[in-house]
C-alpha cells in the first residue's frame, strides 16, 4: 500500500493551496497520477485514488489540472517534453557532425539514446512514464490520437532524418519501419519482466544496457533490409 504523507492544505479553503508549505504540491500530485496510471492504466485509477497516494484533498486535482482525463494529460505531458526536446536535439547534433555520413543505426542512436538514458539514471518517475506510454502505444481506442498529440513532431524529424541516411528508402517503408522500431522500444523501456521468463533468467528486462547494445542495430539492420527489398 502507498504511503500517505498529508499534503493537504491548511487555511487555504477547499481545493485550494495554501501559502509556504515549501511543497510543491502540483509536482506532488503528477508523481501520484504517474505511478498509478502506469500500475493500473487510465481507467483503473480515479481522482480520489490519486488524491490519496499524494495526500491532498481531491478537490486540489481539479484546482490545478481539471478532469481526470487532463491530470492524464499533464502526467504525459511533463517528460514528454523533456525527452523530445531531448531527442529533437541529438539528431539535429548527429547530422550536424555527419555530413553525408549518417548512418541508420547512428540515426536510432540519436533517436532512442535519451530513453535510455533516463531509464538508468532518472529514478522510478521515469520508469513508471516509460511504462505508462508502453500501455497507450498499444491501446486501440484512444492510444494513436494520445501518441500524435505528443510524439509526432519528433517522429516525422526522425524519419525525415533516416530519409536523408537512406535516400534510396520509399517513404511508406521508412513509417512502417518506424511502426516496428516503436513497438521495440517502448516494450524494452517498459521492462515487463517478459524476457526474464522467457529466457529461464538468461536475460533480464532491467538490465537496459545490454539491450541498449542489441536494440540500435537490430532496428537499423530492419531498415535497412525492408529498403533493399523494396528496391529489388
Partial sequence: MPTVVNLRPRNAGRGRPSKGTGVDLKEVILNAGEALFALHGFYGVTTRQVATEAGVDTALIHYYFGAKREL????????????????????????????????AEGVIAAFIDPLFERAMTGGQGWKHWFSLVAQIN??????????????????????ETLGRALPQADARDLFWCYQFLTGSMTLTMAETGR??????????ASDLESARQRLYA???????????????
Avoid at 517534453?81 to 548527429?94: F, Q, S, V
Wanted: glycine share 8%.
Fill in 72 to 103: 492524464f494529460d499533464a502526467v504525459l505531458l511533463r517528460r514528454a517534453e523533456i525527452l523530445n526536446k531531448a531527442r529533437a536535439d541529438a539528431m539535429t547534433a548527429y547530422e550536424a557532425a555527419n555530413p553525408g555520413t549518417m548512418t
Fill in 138 to 159: 498499444t491501446t486501440p481506442a484512444w492510444g494513436g490520437e494520445v501518441m500524435h498529440r505528443f510524439f509526432d513532431p519528433v517522429v516525422r524529424q526522425l524519419v
Fill in 195 to 204: 524476457i526474464d521468463q522467457l529466457s529461464d533468467g538468461l536475460c533480464h
Fill in 218 to 232: 537490430y532496428c537499423a539492420a530492419g531498415f535497412e533490409a525492408v529498403v533493399r527489398n523494396s528496391r529489388g
